[in-house]
């Protein structure tokens, strides 16, 4: 098991410390976009945390599950609006199967905080996301530079990548 580094304070804290990342600029065109490849299917959010994505996707009428490390992440969607139509898990996405059938499966991070905090993470080349995705029996469909799909150049310093199961 990965360790829990989404408790107590920084649980607490999360959403205020991502208060950028809640903004209607920055949500919208995710959710437009996590919304349409769903295209009325179920969708499951890795990393479900508290809710900043899932809550405005289930909003939608998209039924979305997750899965998160963190009891304390989930205890805070728990307690908002919205959050009673969302299956959420505590496990690691690694190894935890959520029940069902799933149109979309999604992932988002961002290790940025207010307060400082470090985190053991590494980042994950296109490349190699690629390779895993192609493990795993996924190909890669499309490759954005931002949810609102302007072009993935050799300038891009982020991604959003859907990657299919072959039919
Ligand atoms: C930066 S937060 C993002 C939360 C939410 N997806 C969002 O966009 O606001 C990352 C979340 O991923 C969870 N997480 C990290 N590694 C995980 C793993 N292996 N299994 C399940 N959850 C994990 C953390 O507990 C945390 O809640």
Same mark, same amino acid.
């Given at each position: 098991?990965?360790?829990? /580094?989404?408790?107590?304070?920084?649980?607490?804290?999360?959403?205020?410390?991502?208060?950028?990342?809640?903004?209607?600029?920055?949500?919208?065109?995710?959710?437009?976009?996590?919304?349409?490849? *769903?295209?009325?299917?179920?969708?499951?959010?890795?990393?479900?945390?508290?809710?900043?994505?899932?809550?405005?996707?289930?909003?939608?009428?998209?039924?979305? *599950?997750?899965?998160?490390?963190?009891?304390?992440?989930?205890?805070?969607?728990?307690?908002?609006?919205?959050?009673?139509?969302?299956?959420?898990?505590?496990?690691?996405? *690694?190894?935890?199967?959520?029940?069902?059938?799933?149109?979309?499966?999604?992932?988002?991070?961002?290790?940025?905080?207010?307060?400082?905090?470090?985190?053991?993470?590494?980042? *994950?080349?296109?490349?190699?996301?690629?390779?895993?995705?192609?493990?795993?029996?996924?190909?890669?469909?499309?490759?954005?530079?931002?949810?609102?799909?302007?072009?993935?150049?050799?300038?891009?310093?982020?991604?959003?990548?859907?990657? /299919?199961?072959?039919?």
């Amino acid at each position: 098991m990965p360790e829990n /580094l989404f408790t107590g304070w920084v649980a607490a804290g999360y959403d205020a410390g991502a208060r950028a990342m809640f903004e209607p600029a920055v949500l919208e065109p995710t959710v437009a976009f996590l919304a349409e490849a *769903a295209a009325g299917g179920a969708a499951l959010e890795f990393g479900i945390g508290t809710g900043r994505v899932a809550l405005p996707l289930a909003a939608r009428g998209i039924t979305v *599950a997750g899965i998160d490390l963190s009891a304390d992440m989930i205890e805070r969607l728990r307690a908002k609006g919205g959050a009673e139509t969302i299956r959420a898990m505590v496990g690691d996405f *690694a190894t935890t199967t959520v029940p069902g059938a799933f149109r979309l499966v999604y992932i988002y991070i961002d290790g940025e905080r207010v307060r400082r905090f470090d985190t053991p993470y590494r980042y *994950a080349w296109p490349a190699e996301l690629d390779l895993m995705a192609r493990i795993a029996g996924l190909e890669l469909a499309e490759r954005w530079a931002d949810w609102d799909r302007s072009p993935f150049t050799g300038e891009s310093r982020k991604h959003v990548s859907v990657w /299919l199961r072959p039919r």
